[in-house]
């Protein structure tokens, strides 16, 4: 029902900027959060930052707080990461997640994942 597409990784040199998106497209009774998750070579998939629509909180893990920026536009139907002072660390797979209601029920609840996009930090 929700298609996500991921765009914006690449190669950036440490301290460098990216700024990753995501577009969703499809349809759905109620979108309630979107966010990005990462994984590096070798680990686990790890949440990133999250935002819910209702609201606008944010949440952001720990290793990325201060440098990281996410934002949801509604009318569009994107979810942005803004990533500033990269580190070799933050290199991984990066992808794009969104969680709704097909409808009323509680028990309608979905999550939806992109195809994810790679993001390289090296000098």
């Known amino acids: 029902q929700v298609h996500l597409v991921e765009s914006g990784g690449g190669l950036v040199q440490p301290g460098g900027s990216l700024r990753l998106s995501c577009a969703a497209s499809?349809?759905?009774?109620?979108?309630?959060?979107m966010g990005w998750y990462r994984q590096a070579p070798g680990q686990e998939r790890e949440l990133v930052a999250t935002?819910?629509?209702?609201?606008?909180?944010?949440n952001y893990a720990e290793a990325v707080k201060g440098r990281f920026t996410i934002f949801v536009n509604k009318a569009e139907n994107t979810v942005t990461l803004q990533m500033n002072s990269l580190k070799p660390e933050d290199t991984a797979v990066y992808y794009c997640?969104?969680?709704?209601?097909?409808?009323?029920?509680?028990?309608?609840?979905?999550?939806?994942w992109g195809e994810g996009t790679l993001v390289s930090v090296s000098s």
């Open positions: 935002m819910t629509i209702t609201g606008g909180g944010r």
């Open positions: 499809g349809s759905i009774f109620r979108m309630i959060a």
């Open positions: 997640h969104a969680v709704g209601y097909r409808s009323q029920l509680p028990s309608s609840r979905v999550d939806f």
